[in-house]
């Protein structure tokens, strides 16, 4: 399969701080890949990297889509880039919104950013495929009168309107009632089936990347400490940190058997300059850990940062 997503040592700070140090992964077109990883380990920084949507911070490393640099493309070619061939959709969708504008005119004027006018009919027709019965009322309305989940599901057709080759799903059900999460999991399912979209999923809950992701990056403190296909990483984890956070889920299906907990908490990022991020939490640690970053380390198709293996 084709590399259609291929970020190499990317390291992104913002005065001077470096959140982002050094993060490798890439993804084959037509797949669904797993982001997962702590609250604070980089995820959404990565993800707002890959379209450049940050201001006020440098980008060091590359961003390769679709064998072009995105870190190198200059303005207008970036426009059609963002939102239009790669597509985000946000945590929280009525923040997405603008609340004094009624739906029909905010599509129209975000396609049309895009160069695009959909006619109503090719509108409809999108709302219906994601699953809202009711779009002539749904368009009628300001973004405050919708559901979360009614919200969520525009933001996904407005996505589909521009037909992007990428989906970048940032905790798209974390905002939604726990109902309706598993029908937007499906919809973003069938659309990579129905029209072959590659889709970046950034989550944390492992059963949700185990279940729907064919690979998966595991992030901590600015890093991707391990990569590689769903079902390798999880029948053997190789990195200390992957290891430890399927420990966590597998004894949430396990009678009887006390529950692990990761101890500690994940560090600010000047803290860890030159060491591995996961050493103080770590139990496999042993003093060269403390003298460098951990190399990435590339074997069979897998990819790790650790020292101990
Ligand atoms: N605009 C910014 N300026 C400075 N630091 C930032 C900025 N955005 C994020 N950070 C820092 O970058 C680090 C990674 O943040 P990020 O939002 O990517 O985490 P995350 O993995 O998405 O967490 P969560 O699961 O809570 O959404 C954090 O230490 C955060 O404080
Ligand atoms: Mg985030």
Same mark, same amino acid.
């Given at each position: 399969?084709?590399?259609?997503l291929d970020i190499q040592n ?85 923040e997405s919104f603008n609340p ?16 695009? &006018?959909? #006619?109503?009919? $090719?509108?409809? =027709? *999108?709302? !219906?495929?994601?699953? %809202?019965?009711?779009?002539?009322? +749904? ?5 405050? &009168?919708? #559901?979360?989940? $009614?919200?969520? =599901? *525009?933001? !996904?057709?407005?996505? %589909?309107?521009?037909?992007?080759? +990428? ?16 029908? !937007?999991?499906?919809? %973003? ?22 279940? !729907? ?56 990022p000047d803290y860890y300059k ?36």
């Open positions: 399969m084709q590399t259609i990317l390291k992104v700070s913002f005065d001077q701080v470096e959140v982002i140090r050094g993060v490798d992964f890439n993804v084959k077109k037509g797949e669904i890949h797993g982001i997962l990883g702590e609250s604070g380990s980089g995820k959404t920084v990565t993800a707002f990297s890959i379209a450049k949507l940050h201001e006020n911070c440098s980008y060091e490393g590359d961003i390769i889509y679709n064998k072009e640099s995105i870190l190198s493309m200059n303005e207008s070619k970036l426009s059609t880039v963002r939102g239009y061939e790669i597509a985000y959709i946000f945590q929280n969708p009525h004094n504008i009624r739906m029909d005119k905010q599509l129209k004027e975000a396609m049309s950013i895009h160069g695009l &006018q959909p #006619s109503r009919e $090719e509108i409809i =027709r *999108v709302l !219906i495929s994601v699953g %809202l019965k009711t779009p002539d009322l +749904i368009l009628k309305k300001y973004p405050d &009168q919708l #559901s979360g989940g $009614e919200c969520q =599901r *525009v933001m !996904i057709g407005m996505s %589909l309107l521009c037909e992007p080759q +990428i989906i970048i799903a940032d905790e798209p059900t974390s905002a939604i009632d726990a109902s309706i999460k598993k029908q !937007i999991i499906d919809l %973003l399912k069938s659309i990579n089936k129905t029209y072959g979209t590659t889709i970046i999923l950034i989550s944390h809950d492992m059963d949700l990347v185990q279940n !729907i992701c064919d690979s998966m990056s595991v992030m901590y403190g600015g890093l991707v400490l391990e990569q590689g296909t769903v079902e390798k990483v999880m029948e053997d984890p190789i990195h200390p940190y992957t290891q430890a956070l399927i420990n966590c889920t597998a004894s949430l299906n396990q009678e009887y058997k006390r529950l692990y907990t990761l101890e500690g908490l994940p560090m600010s030159n060491r591995c991020p996961f050493y103080e939490r770590c139990d496999k640690k042993s003093e060269e850990c403390i003298d460098e970053m951990p190399q990435l380390i590339t074997l069979n198709g897998r990819s790790y940062r650790c020292k101990k293996i």
